[in-house]
């Protein structure tokens, strides 16, 4: 799911500059997705604080355990870089690499089957992922298209996990000086995928007479935007986040590598801050409601899960710094 909105935040960030350009150099595009989504620039390094929450969790079907998760934190860094670009800088290939951190904290927890109350030690999971990434301009029926095929392998600290994979096209629909409307489709390399092919569609609007604009797109987000300051932009909105790592359990019910896929639906506002044009900062804050915590068997299909639990909502602030090596201007 994770490597999914990534797809769908590169291409549709893309597909915005592309209409508005009567040629479409790769650089315009580069500039585009990096303006939007700081995971893709050069250098992106993220720290999130999640407050306190009570959870509810089943086993197979059965009630587990409720408990109390005190703290719960995560640090991220991403690294992309191209490494090859044709003469038409139409074809570029990419090259990225992601880490991530996590951990908790909790408190008291209850078990439904011995009725015991007891504790749990801090844990801490370490996941990275990297992935090769070929982006083909074109145009189709006159209109500006662009193609991705991107190849991932993830793991964690212990071992090289699962190879993915997923392929998109996307298209300008509408594109005047106020409005671009995109559409397309992604379909994913994945067994265990839910949902193979998923459509997507994008809408960029700028309010008349107002420094506000509205940036949707399905399924990853809705946010209305303005300058604030001379080097800032505050945002309003929401944004639909995936979290996974993998778990290496050996226990009386389950043993073996497994995945955790969470599923979060994130309220608030952001705060981004150029300091150079190669250097942006953000801060943000707000509410964050999980929608769904599960955890399968690896490679198996998210439906098929052995555990799951929900949470209620709690407040989460993150702070974030990243640098853009090709940025000129």
């Known amino acids: 799911m994770r490597a999914k909105i990534i797809c769908v935040l590169v291409v549709c960030a893309s597909l915005k500059t592309m209409a508005q350009e009567k040629e479409v150099p790769m650089k315009t595009l580069g500039k585009a997705i990096v303006d939007k989504f700081p995971t893709t620039r050069t250098l992106d390094v993220q720290y999130e604080q999640l407050g306190p929450t009570n959870y509810d969790s089943d086993l197979f079907g059965n009630n587990f355990e409720k408990g109390r998760i005190e703290s719960h934190n995560r640090f991220k860094a991403a690294f992309n870089l191209p490494f090859y670009a044709s003469k038409s800088k139409r074809f570029v290939l990419t090259a990225s690499l992601r880490y991530k951190y996590e951990s908790y904290s909790f408190g008291s ?22 992935a090769v990434s070929a982006t083909y301009v074109s145009s189709l029926f006159k209109k500006p298209v662009i193609y991705n095929a991107t190849a991932t392998v993830d793991g964690n600290e212990d071992n090289l996990q699962r190879l993915k994979g997923f392929v998109s096209a996307v298209i300008v629909l509408k594109r005047t000086p106020s409005t671009t409307i995109t559409i397309g489709a992604l379909a994913m390399l994945d067994p265990s995928s839910i949902v193979p092919v998923t459509p997507l569609f994008t809408l960029n609007h700028k309010f008349k007479d107002s420094k506000w604009d509205m940036d949707f797109i399905l399924p990853q987000r809705l946010l209305f935007r303005r300058e604030l300051l001379e080097n800032g932009r505050i945002s309003l909105g929401t944004e639909l986040n995936s979290e996974s790592f993998y778990l290496n359990l050996n226990t009386s019910n389950l043993n073996g590598v497994y995945e955790l896929n969470q599923l979060e639906l994130k309220s608030g506002i952001t705060y981004e801050y150029c300091f150079t044009p190669k250097i942006i900062a953000f801060v943000k804050g707000g509410v964050n409601n999980v929608l769904s915590t599960r955890i399968t068997e690896k490679g198996e299909r998210t439906s098929r899960y052995v555990y799951d639990h929900k949470e209620d909502a709690q407040g989460y602030f993150r702070v974030g710094i990243s640098y853009n090596l090709f940025q000129r201007k």
Do not use: A, F, K
Not at 110 to 127: K, V, W
């Open 109 to 130: 927890i209850y078990n439904y089957n011995t009725t015991q109350t007891y504790t749990r030690n801090t844990e801490d999971i370490h996941y990275w992922t990297g």
